[in-house]
């Protein structure tokens, strides 16, 4: 199985290195920042603050925001429709369990839903995932 994590819209640079590691761990194949997601590496920065981020999401990543293939997106939608045409699956780690779509991860089910390659997406701390990306 192929993974594309896509993370949008996570505020803590801790959890960007946070998830950074864990996507390096399960071999994903890339991982996608979009929104306000804090950028690894970011040339739009001055160089002290650049320096700053990257020492923050260091500390959570340990290094793993250098092992993987990771880019930004500045329009998301049109990047997840391209996906979509290329055959990616687009799937949703979210905790709201009443969407009628939603399976748990220990569903019997939820293998028979995937296929081999999935794009999922991570958003928002607080908030889950932005309803205009999955509708």
Known sequence: MEIIVVLHNIRSTYNVGAILRTAEGFGAAKVILSGYTPRVHDTNLLPHLRAKLDRELHKTALGAEDMLDI???DDIFSKLSELK???WQIVGLENNITDG???????PNLKSHLNNKIVLILGEEVHGIN???YD
């Not at 779509?101 to 220990?106: C, D, P, V, W, Y």
């Open 71 to 73: 880019y930004s997106s």
């Open 85 to 87: 045409t290329e055959g």
């Open 101 to 107: 779509r939603l399976f748990k991860l220990n569903s």
């Open 131 to 133: 309803r205009d990306l």
